[in-house]
């Protein structure tokens, strides 16, 4: 082989090389314009294809929740804001994770079948679904532009609140940067907890991820896309039932229980928690025997907990903020969460507690 042929093989095997490293499967994310850069190969024509897919998450959202009412029932209200720096209007707002499924009161029941009584099915069908969603409409509302809705998941045994944009061309686009939207409200009885709100943003083509070859690598990417393809804000939200016929004791157990998540999701460390166990646990029997001094020491030295984390938290306004007290986005990579150090006990969360425990101290003090 001489030098000419020597070269030309070695050019060819590099080339080769070049093609074969190339075509190969990848999703690479750009963080300068928001998107992800997708290359494989098409199933059907097996050509290969470059796609980008654009990230949800270029809002800067923020949350002022509050709560009013007093259990016949409460009405959570919140507004969203869409600080001036992001990039797309916030077009989903999904509070989720809610631990209970609202069942329809009176929901008419189907007794005829769908083969042989097809008409009165369809009738019996017609007025569960009409029942569900007049149920529906009381318990959550939207404002003018947007479609507003429960999501069961019976397997899970939770209920979500979910607000997006209405069908019409008339109906709003989201909310723009450097604008807020009121009118999300929910009614239920259940006292408040802490719950994460999933926010994503308006793009302008929303291909989605589900033409994409169906093999391990690209299961596992379009995992990792849509794991990090919303924000979470928390808000205050209906987690924790009061017990009917109500028993104060089983409440503060069912309080004590919520806040027992607090450290895993960020809102307390374990050392606050641990304080307030102590305190739970000379809360609940006190109730349960009528021991009102003893109730209320312990209540107190929560309340101190909370407002030594939060000077001007007051405890007759735990149930709102003004608009400077507002929760923003949970921050969402490991390396984000790093940097960003949990609070011993977050303003939501002490909010939450305070307005609860008000609750049983005024239970309690109703009774003579």
Known sequence: MNITQYIRLT?????????????????????????WRLHFQAPESSQWVQKTYEARTAIQPT????????????FYKYIVRNQRGAKQNISIIHIWGIPMIYETPNLPPITSNARTENDKWTQQYWDQLTAKRSFEQTVIKAPKGWSAGLRVDEEAGQTSFVWTLGLKDTDSYGIEPGHSQSGFTVSRAELPGVARTYLQGRIAEPWG???????????AKVDEIEELDYLLVPVLAPLIPIPDPYNAGELARRI?????????????????LARLNRQFDV???????????TARAAVAAMRKECIDHHRDLVDAKAGEDDDTQ????????PAQRSATPAPALDRLAARALMFDLRYLMDRMDSVR
Do not use: C
């Open 11 to 35: 050019l060819l095997v590099l080339l080769l090389g070049t093609n074969q490293a190339h075509a190969q499967d990848s999703a690479v994310y750009d963080a300068s314009l928001n998107v």
């Open 63 to 74: 949350i002022q929740s509050s709560i009013k009412g007093n259990g016949k029932p409460f």
């Open 209 to 219: 991820l589900d033409g994409l070859p169906d093999t391990p690598f690209w299961k």
């Open 256 to 272: 004590k229980a919520h806040v027992q998540t607090w450290p895993k999701y960020g809102h307390a460390s374990t050392d606050t």
């Open 283 to 293: 809360l609940i029997p006190a109730l349960e025997m009528n021991n009102k001094p």
């Open 326 to 333: 507002v929760s923003v986005a949970l921050p969402r990579t």
